[in-house]
Structure formats: C-alpha cells, structure tokens
C-alpha cells in the first residue's frame, strides 16, 4: 500500500490567495484526520470524518477554513482567503476502524507570504 | 479526555535504556494509552498502544500500573536515531467520535 497520500508537499503563496490541500487515504480505513503542526502550537486537529461524515470539527480556525471529504478516498482542506499565520505544516492522517493507530501522510508544507 | 503531562525534554546517550513517563490522572475506564513517535519533517508514527499492565513490542515496551494513571515508555538500548519527539495519548476506547488529540510531546535527544 502506498500510505496516506498528500499533495502538494509544498506550497508558497500570497496573502489572501486560496488554498487548496489533497489527501488520499490509505484504501479501507473508515477514519481521516487533518492536523496542522506549528512550533508554537504544536499538533493540532483540525477536523476529522468518520465513514465520509464530518465528526467533530471544533478545531477549525475559523470560516476561512474548510474540509470535505466527498467520498472514501479523497479529502481536501481549503483555506480562504490565506493568511501568513496559516502557515504551517498540515497533516493528513487516517485509519482503519476506531484504533488508536493513525497512519500519517509526509504533510503539505504551507507558506503564505 | 484525560489530560496527559509528559517532560518537555530528556537527553540520553546510545546504547542506554529510556523510560519516558507519561501522567494522566484522570483516565477514564474506557481508555486507552497510545504513543507516537515523530522525526523531523515527517507525521508522528504510532509505536505502540495498552490498556494496563505492560506491553511490549519490536520497538519498544510500555508499562501501565493498576491504577493506571500514568504510563511509561521504555526504549531499550536507544541508537542516534532514536532521537524524535515522543507523544503520549489518551484515546476513548471502541468509540465512532474518538479523536486523538496530541499534547507538546517529549523531546529525547540521544548523543553518541
């Protein structure tokens, strides 16, 4: 299998531009995780979906922030407009079935400037 | 969710035994104690997970006393790779809405 699968790995842009982060999770996990780590605040979740449907998503910034995750193999976390303190390193992570194993992708670096 | 309490940093050097304690006095009886591991520039990688008593695995042990409000994370005979920053979770056991949430982290550097 080939893992948690994120893109793009990297991302520079200007403030108030849009941003748009992929995730593919691993095939046959029901669970996917969106986290974004920052030295000052370390790991944080963001929002996470279970079977599709979005749980619990109390860690999301604010309304520039969104999630889907239209079917089981694909979630996209949007920011708009982007801001320099939205910058970050965001994880996306999945698993299969109510375990306490998340599988983590390498992470989408985001710069905004 | 019981609130976890780990050191903020630990320095060993190789070939010495680790034990990293977590706290988490509040655990509830559904829970389970779950730790991380994460390298630079890469997504926390889980190491291994228990309920109570000790659990070990190709990596690394993890005892849990009676009472379970702590745990500690035993790395045997650590190398410089080793050097990461060590997470300590407390999850709901079994549930749909179990999310895992990740506290500062314990960041062991191992010298030679």
């Known amino acids: 299998d080939a893992g948690v699968i994120q893109s793009p790995r990297h991302e520079v842009t200007e403030m108030g531009q849009e941003v748009t982060l992929r995730c593919k999770p691993i095939s046959g996990h029901n669970s996917l995780f969106w986290y974004r780590q920052t030295m000052m605040r370390g790991l944080e979740l963001l929002i996470y979906f279970n079977n599709n449907v979005p749980i619990d998503d109390s860690g999301m910034p604010e309304d520039r922030f969104s999630a889907k995750m239209p079917n089981a193999s694909f979630s996209t976390l949007k920011i708009q407009p982007s801001e320099p303190r939205d910058s970050a390193v965001y994880f996306c992570?999945?698993?299969?079935?109510?375990?306490?194993?998340?599988?983590f992708g390498e992470g989408s670096r985001l710069t905004v400037l | 969710l019981a609130k976890t309490t780990q050191p903020i940093s630990m320095d060993s050097y190789e070939g010495q035994e680790v034990n990293i304690t977590c706290s988490h006095n509040?655990?509830?009886?559904?829970?389970?104690i779950t730790w991380y591991q994460q390298f630079p520039s890469q997504g926390p990688r889980f190491i291994i997970q228990?309920?109570?008593t000790k659990v070990t695995n190709e990596v690394a042990s993890l005892f849990i006393p009676a009472d379970r409000k702590s745990s500690t994370l035993s790395l045997p005979r650590v190398s410089l790779s080793d050097t990461a920053v060590y997470y300590c979770l407390v999850r709901r056991g079994n549930q749909a809405g179990t999310a895992l949430i990740f506290g500062k982290g314990t960041t062991l550097s191992v010298s030679s």
């Open positions: 509040n655990i509830a009886t559904n829970d389970y």
């Open positions: 992570a999945s698993r299969e079935g109510y375990t306490g194993e998340l599988f």
């Open positions: 228990g309920y109570k």
